[in-house]
């Protein structure tokens, strides 16, 4: 079996595992901690510069990219915990409403689909590091899961990403299918 084969075994394994955590967490937290990430990094990718310059006028870094990279990670973790605030908050309320085994069961679903997204956004980003792309390379060619991973990492970082392209979600996840079949069929 080669490395394509154990990252999409290793990969799949990590998603189920912290699926699980959903069981425990519920649907409302994990819906609300999901979009606080993805929500996060999609805001946190767009306007990380303004809130870096921001920071820089405060605090004076050299870096430009520490500047961006600050930026980044505050408004990321605003959004975050506000998304986790506002999950207590529904909990409160719904908790009177016995969702019992509903909750649990989208709980799981929930969890495992912010668990890839967010395994897609870390993954994209390693791809773009220039001493990992003979790794990553390889992996684009053989891995099922890998170019659908950086295809929804790509999708959920790249600022102007549906401005350059002109696709639309459904187009995205269309040729990330076409390009799953094209690696189950070699």
């Given at each position: ?156 970082v790249k600022t102007d990403f549906v401005r350059e392209t002109g696709e639309t979600t459904s187009s995205l996840l269309e040729s990330s299918l076409k390009e799953m079949n094209n690696n189950i069929t070699e």
């Open positions: 079996m080669g490395v394509s084969v154990y990252f999409d075994i290793i990969i799949t394994a990590i998603v189920i595992i912290l699926a699980f955590k959903g069981l425990f967490n519920g649907f409302v937290r994990e819906f609300c901690s999901a979009v606080g990430i993805i929500g996060g990094v999609l805001i946190a990718s767009r306007y990380n510069m303004i809130v870096g310059e921001w920071i820089n006028n405060i605090i004076k870094i050299e870096s430009q990219t520490l500047v961006n990279l600050f930026g980044f990670m505050i408004i990321l973790a605003f959004i975050w915990i506000f998304a986790l605030i506002i999950a207590e908050v529904i909990l409160r309320f719904v908790r009177f409403i016995k969702l019992g085994v509903f909750d649990k069961i989208f709980g799981v679903i929930t969890s495992g689909i912010k668990a890839f997204l967010v395994l897609s956004v870390i993954f994209f980003t390693f791809s773009k590091i220039n001493f990992l792309s003979n790794f990553t390379s390889k992996l684009q060619d053989s891995s099922l899961l890998y170019p659908f991973m950086i295809n929804i990492g790509d999708f959920i």
